[in-house]
């Protein structure tokens, strides 16, 4: 009996597009308005989706107390109110929503051992939205 | 393939409870859920069903009729129930949101002829939901 278990959480975090792998004008061209200088915030909301056989025992995938506190210490208390540009996830990388996706996949499946991930999924605002279910050998 | 979605809201109570469990062991998994008094939810159901569009009438399926028997198998067995004295698979199981997306596939799935049942989807809250696509 497998279900699928969804929560979402709210975080706010500020960013600016920018790579040093291409020149000013094409950061410009690439990135528009999220090139500003001096960044920009979102109020994100992260869905978390995890997967598994339903304890009878419990009736649970995962007692969901376990993935709020994971989630809280390892997701939102490192990014929540947080310049993503400073933290050393995103020190080589963009913080786009689609890296983003892929690092907090990446923590929680490293580091969530009670449920199996599923899948990340990341609104940025209200119009686009992000979702990353893992490479294929995580899938397996 | 065409899936198509119906959506439609209950509200019920419920707690969780094993027998089998000490108190204090209840208390720890379950924790405020375990108050023996229940508590509510305004739930959301989605019923996605798939199949082709019939050239005929433009349907996957006839949505008056997904709705009679969401209403028929689903809403007018857990709307304004206690689910765990009112409802008979929850007197033996926990009614937890896992239990209760398997227990309305398993009421709905054999009742729907025209299209198939691909998900069953309950919101708890805006924040929680449970995805249930069958045993297979």
């Avoid at chain 2, 899936?3 to 509200?11: G, I, M, Q």
């Amino acid at each position: 009996m497998k279900a699928f278990l969804t929560r979402r959480y709210m975080f706010s975090a500020s960013h600016r597009l920018h790579s040093d792998a291409m020149s000013e004008q094409e950061n410009v061209t690439a990135y528009g308005k999220c090139n500003n200088p001096h960044g920009h915030g979102h109020n994100y909301a992260l869905e978390v989706t995890v997967g598994g056989p339903v304890d009878q025992r419990t009736g649970m995938i995962c007692n969901l107390t376990d993935l709020d506190a994971f989630i809280q210490r390892e997701i939102l208390d490192r990014f929540d109110l947080q310049n993503l540009n400073m933290l050393p996830d995103f020190a080589e990388l963009v913080p786009t929503t689609e890296n983003l996706s892929v690092v907090i996949h990446d923590i929680v499946h490293r580091g969530f051992k009670s449920a199996h991930l599923e899948k990340v999924r990341i609104e940025e605002t209200m119009m686009n939205s992000f979702e990353y279910p893992g490479s294929e050998d995580l899938r397996k | 393939m065409v899936y198509l979605t119906r959506k439609a809201e209950f509200s019920a109570s419920h707690y969780y409870h094993n027998p089998d469990f000490t108190p204090e062991e209840n208390l720890r998994v379950f924790g405020k859920c375990a108050n023996p008094n229940g508590h509510g939810h305004n739930y959301t159901l989605e019923v996605t069903v798939k199949g082709e569009v019939d050239p005929r009438s433009g349907f996957v399926v006839d949505l008056k009729q997904l709705k009679e028997t969401m209403h028929r198998e689903v809403l007018d067995v857990l709307d304004h129930r206690f689910l765990n004295k009112e409802v008979p698979e929850f007197l033996t199981r926990i009614p937890t949101t896992e239990n209760l997306a398997i227990a309305i596939w398993q009421r709905l799935a054999p009742k729907l002829s025209a299209a198939q049942l691909h998900r069953v989807r309950v919101y708890e809250t805006p924040d929680l939901f449970v995805d249930f696509y069958g045993e297979a």
